[in-house]
Each structure stands twice: as C-alpha cells, then as structure tokens.
C-alpha cells in the first residue's frame, strides 16, 4: 500500500509564492513516477506538473509552465511543488499521485495514475 501526504497549502496574494510537499510511503519512491493535480471547484482534475523516477525529465501544463517547479528528492521521499507568480485561476485543491512506472506517462489523465493523496487546499486571493 502506498500513502501519499501532501503539505505546504493555503492562503496567498496574487503574485506570491507557495511550496507545497508530498511526503510518501510504503513502496520504492525512487523508481515511481510522481505528479501533482489540482482540482478547483465544479471543474475536473487536471494535471499540473510531472517528474520522473530520478528527476532527469520534468513536463508541465501550458498554464503553469515557467512559473511552477517540480522536483523530488528519493533519499527523503518527498516531491515538492514550487508554486510562483499565483493567479486567483490557480485557486484549487492540489494532489499529488504516483504511479508504477519510471517515466512520465504520455497521457496526462488522472486515471493513468494510481495513487493519491487526500489533497491540500491552494486560495490564491486577487
């Protein structure tokens, strides 16, 4: 059983900054893809961010791209979601998720990912 813990959510302005964290568990996190999704309210999941298994490869979504930045590190187990320049638009609940596999999958839909966290809330105010 896997356990996905993510931390690091709440409450900033417009163009601030935010840092948010997985920590997982329970399986071999240095050769397992890892990702973060959000989720806003009466709107799908959808992918934010990818890195894989040693951190060569990293993909992000065109809505997020050069101001986010994902990285992990195996020794602690954890993958981070560095978050810069916030928009309100990016207001949602951010999960991370990981699957059985080395490298980024070429879809990004969440159903291609098997394990999830229980999420940490983002409010980004204008």
């Known amino acids: 059983q896997v356990q996905l813990v993510e931390s690091g959510g709440g409450l900033v302005h417009a163009g601030g900054s935010l840092r948010l964290s997985c920590a997982a568990s329970?399986?071999?996190?240095?050769?397992?893809?890892m990702a973060w999704f959000r989720q806003a309210p009466g709107k799908e999941r959808e992918f934010v961010a990818a890195i894989n298994w040693n951190g060569g490869t990293t993909r992000y979504a065109d809505s997020v791209k050069g101001r986010f930045t994902i990285s992990r590190d195996n020794a602690k187990s954890t993958v981070d979601l560095q978050m810069g320049s916030l928009k309100p638009e990016d207001t949602a609940v951010y999960y991370c998720a990981s699957d059985n596999k080395y490298y980024i999958p070429t879809s990004s839909n969440p159903s291609v990912y098997t394990y999830w966290g229980q999420g940490t809330q983002v409010t980004v105010s204008s």
């Open positions: 329970g399986r071999t996190f240095s050769t397992a893809v």
